[in-house]
C-alpha cells in the first residue's frame, strides 16, 4: 500500500496541539524542539511533511500531499480545492470585524471603508458576496494595530479571548464572519488516498477519548432503569449481575465535563462505589 503523506502544521497554535494529537493517535512526531521537515512513520506507513500552517491546504488541494491538518479559517482563506473531513476540537476562534467605538455598526457602514487583515481570500469573498464595497489592505499580522497607525478604520482578525482587540482599544461588530478550530483536510474531489480510512478513525478515537471518561459503580437491580437515563452510553450500559443478591455493577461512558453532575444524581438515586476512569484509547 502506498505511504499516507500527511501535512502537519511546522509553527504557531496549530502546530503543538497537532503533534500532541498525532502522537496520542500512535504516530510518530518530532522530539521537543526538533526542526525535522519531513519525519517518515514506517511502522504506520505514513509520512509527515511539516509546513506552515497557510499552506497546507494548497499542497492538500493540489493532490501533492494526501491529508492535512489546518484551520478552517485558513482553508477557506486559501480557496484551494480542499474539503474538511474532520474537525479536530482544538485551536479554536472567532473570525470577526472590529473597530472603534462609533466607526461602524454594522456591515452596511463599511462601504468606502479600509478593512485590514491577514485573511484577505477570506475576507474577499465575504464582502463580495453581501454586496459591500471596502478597500481590503492585506497585512501579515499585529492587525489590530493598523487602526491606531491610520492604515485602516476596520479589522476583521482571529478572535480567541478578545485580550488583543481590547487592549488596541477596538470593538466587535456585526455578527461572527465564521468559527474555526483545527480541522483535517483532504481533496475536493477524487476518491481518498488508501490510509485516510484509518487515520481517520485514529483520530476519531482521540476525539472520544478526550470528550469521554468511563463511569463504573453499583446500584440496587430496582433502580436500574432510571439508573441508565442517567448513563446512557453511546450506544447502552452494560448491567452485570453482583454477587450480592439484589444489585448491579452498571458500566457506561459519560462526557467529560457532565462526570461530576452526573455521579452526583446517580448518588442521590442509590448508586455506590462510583469510579470515574479516564479512556487511553479507544475505536468506536
Ligand atoms: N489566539 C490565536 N491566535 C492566532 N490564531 C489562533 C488563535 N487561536 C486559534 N488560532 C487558529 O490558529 C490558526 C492560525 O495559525 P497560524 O500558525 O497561522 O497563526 P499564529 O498561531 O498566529 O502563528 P504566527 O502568527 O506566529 O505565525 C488559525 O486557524 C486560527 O484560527
Ligand atoms: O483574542 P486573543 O486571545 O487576544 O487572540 C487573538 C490574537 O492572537 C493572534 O495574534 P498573534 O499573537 O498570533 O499575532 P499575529 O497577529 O501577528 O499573528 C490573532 O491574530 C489575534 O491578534
Ligand atoms: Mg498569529
Redesign the pocket.
Known amino acids: 500500500m502506498n505511504t499516507l503523506r500527511i501535512a502537519v502544521p511546522n509553527k504557531?497554535?496549530l502546530a503543538e496541539p497537532a503533534a500532541e494529537m498525532l502522537r496520542e493517535a500512535g504516530y510518530r512526531q518530532r522530539q521537543d524542539g526538533g526542526r525535522e521537515l519531513v519525519l517518515s512513520d514506517p511502522e504506520n506507513n505514513v509520512e509527515f511533511f511539516f509546513l506552515r500552517p497557510r499552506d497546507i491546504a494548497v499542497y492538500v488541494g493540489s493532490g501533492t500531499l494526501d491529508v492535512g491538518i489546518t484551520g478552517r479559517d485558513l482553508l477557506l482563506d486559501s480557496h484551494a480545492p480542499a474539503r474538511e473531513l474532520l474537525p479536530l476540537g482544538f485551536a479554536g476562534?472567532t473570525f470577526r470585524f472590529a473597530a472603534r467605538p462609533g466607526t461602524a455598526d454594522q456591515l452596511a457602514d463599511f462601504n468606502g471603508k479600509r478593512v485590514a487583515t491577514?485573511y484577505a481570500g477570506l475576507l474577499d469573498s465575504y464582502l463580495r458576496d453581501r454586496g459591500i464595497d471596502a478597500e481590503v489592505i492585506k497585512l501579515?499580522?499585529?492587525?489590530?494595530t493598523a487602526v491606531q497607525l491610520g492604515v485602516a478604520d476596520i479589522i476583521a482578525?482571529?478572535?480567541?479571548?478578545?485580550?488583543?482587540?481590547r487592549q488596541a482599544g477596538l470593538e466587535l461588530v456585526g455578527e461572527p464572519i465564521l468559527k474555526s478550530e483545527a480541522v483535517l483536510v483532504t481533496r475536493a474531489d477524487g476518491d481518498s488516498a488508501p490510509g485516510t480510512e484509518q487515520l481517520l478513525r485514529r483520530l476519531k478515537g482521540v476525539l472520544v477519548a478526550r470528550r469521554y471518561v468511563m463511569m463504573d459503580y453499583d446500584i440496587r437491580a430496582e433502580r436500574v432503569e432510571e439508573a441508565s437515563e442517567l448513563t446512557p452510553g453511546l450506544e447502552s450500559p452494560t448491567v452485570s449481575p453482583l454477587h450480592r443478591e439484589g444489585w448491579v455493577a452498571v458500566r457506561s461512558m459519560v462526557p467529560r465535563d457532565q462526570a461530576q453532575r452526573v455521579m452526583d444524581e446517580l448518588w442521590e438515586i442509590g448508586a455506590r462505589a462510583i469510579l470515574v476512569t479516564d479512556i487511553l484509547a479507544c475505536r468506536i
Open positions: 504557531g497554535s476562534s491577514s501579515d499580522g499585529a492587525v489590530e482578525d482571529v478572535v480567541e479571548t478578545g485580550t488583543t482587540l
